[in-house]
């Protein structure tokens, strides 16, 4: 009966154990819609601002967060919907999930009117706060709920975990008899987990191999360029990193440059990045327009399905000219740095990531790198914290200033003013730079 008692009180805990992990998890996913939500709201203030606070890359960078920060929420909100929760909690969670998905909804539509007709109605922007209000009241109460909840379980726990204490105490046999199971379990779970971390290790030894193999090995010497790279993963527990960057030497002279970001730091992501370069370096070889190879790589992207988000960044350099063509999928524009040193994102509107769309619309533009000036292509981790916006970063990067002897001066400089704490990296960094040679006036 002792032994019966004790193996009935350790299935116990084991239940409460799944349902402790189950209010964790949702705990996690509530407090990130809920971020996700003030985001929102930030952005549909960014959105809705004064005409004469806004640029044109501005109103281009705050569609992208927006999109960004609604995909995030309703991604949250179908994962939340999944997790099976105790004591009624299913239904206050599925009572929030129409309001939430309708304030998303309202959300894109207003940083959309605002961006495009730079007007928006007092009346819809005051429902919108209302909103927001009422939403966050029925958040702190899901919040307040999960929370008792999850106390109230973890004491039932403990009260399991003492009742087996006192059994294993009443009898010697039964005491033996219960830490042999638990051994038993336990070792059982080690063998498991083990077993896990090796397949992990595996996947993310192959992932890192076949991305070390992706990236190139040196860059191409070119008469009248010099090129340097830096390239850093985040402060995770993911060791694989989500940049791409290439340099390609195209047939007509002309010198082709690359950096992407693909979404996921797996070994999906890292075969996702080696098909999609392999695309971008097979279309660039005959096709003298940026925009058009990242047309055709987006159509090979779309109809493989090889990924759920990347960004990409091309362009193509004439060493003779200095004259640079360029073309962005979703990626930050570059950044064109004078011989002494001054700092100037270019301007134009990114367009669609690749994959997100079949019919994506790329545009060409054109700038001319100065005698001695430099040209330079980044990831999002170079200038993304969650501590401050995006517009932050990118305004600290263009306030760098020289002069920098050569291209690796360039990036040392740029990454001491940017990087200051790297504890507080929490994305992959790519910088990739060019300068150009003295030249002819």
Not at 51 to 78: F, N, V, Y
Not at 244 to 252: A, E, F, G, N, T
Not at 405 to 419: F, K, Q, S
């Amino acid at each position: 009966m002792v032994a019966g008692a004790v193996i009935f009180t350790l299935v116990g805990t084991a239940r409460t154990g799944r349902v402790l992990e189950g209010l964790a998890t949702a705990q996690r996913l509530n407090q990130d819609a809920d971020m996700m939500h003030d985001a929102l709201r930030g952005d549909v203030a960014e959105a809705t601002a004064p005409a004469g606070t806004r640029s044109e890359a501005r109103l281009s960078r705050t569609l992208l967060m927006t999109q960004g920060h609604a995909r995030q929420l309703r991604r949250d909100l179908d994962q939340l919907r999944e997790v099976d929760l105790p004591g009624g909690l299913d239904g206050a969670v599925a009572g929030l999930q129409s309001a939430r998905r309708s304030y998303v909804t309202e959300a894109l539509r207003l940083v959309r009117a605002g961006l495009t007709t730079g007007q928006v109605g007092e009346q819809r922007l005051e429902r919108f706060d209302r909103t927001y209000e009422d939403l966050v009241g029925g958040q702190a109460r899901l919040t307040a709920r999960l929370a008792a909840t999850a106390n109230r379980v973890a004491t039932e726990r403990r009260d399991q975990q003492v009742m087996v204490a006192w059994m294993l105490v009443g009898t010697a046999v039964a005491a033996l008899a219960g830490w042999l199971f638990l051994l038993w379990v336990l070792r059982r779970a080690g063998r498991n987990l083990l077993d896990a971390l090796g397949r992990e290790a595996e996947q993310r030894a192959v992932a890192d191999h076949l991305q070390r193999s992706l990236l190139p090995d040196r860059l191409p010497a070119v008469p009248g360029l010099r090129f340097a790279v830096r390239s850093k993963p985040g402060n995770s527990s993911m060791r694989i990193g989500g940049d791409w960057y290439d340099v390609i030497s195209l047939p007509s002279g002309e010198v082709g440059l690359v950096v992407g970001d693909v979404v996921g730091h797996d070994l999906r992501a890292a075969t996702a990045m080696g098909e999609l370069r392999s695309a971008l370096r097979a279309f660039a070889v005959d096709e003298p327009s940026p925009a058009a190879v990242l047309a055709r790589v987006n159509r090979v992207a779309d109809l493989l399905e090889v990924t759920d988000l990347t960004t990409c960044l091309y362009a193509i350099v004439n060493p003779a000219t200095r004259v640079v063509r360029w073309s962005s999928a979703g990626h930050l524009n570059p950044l064109v740095v004078g011989p002494e040193g001054d700092g100037r994102l270019l301007d134009g509107d990114p367009g669609p990531p690749l994959g997100v769309t079949e019919r994506a619309t790329y545009v060409d533009r054109a700038c001319r790198i100065q005698p001695n000036g430099s040209l330079m292509l980044y990831s999002d981790g170079l200038v993304e914290r969650r501590t401050g916006s995006i517009s932050e970063g990118l305004a600290r990067l263009e306030a760098v200033r020289g002069p920098h002897i050569g291209p690796d001066g360039l990036l040392d400089h740029v990454l001491e003013a940017l990087l200051v704490d790297d504890s507080r990296l929490d994305d992959d960094v790519t910088v990739l730079a060019l300068q150009a040679g003295p030249g002819r006036p």
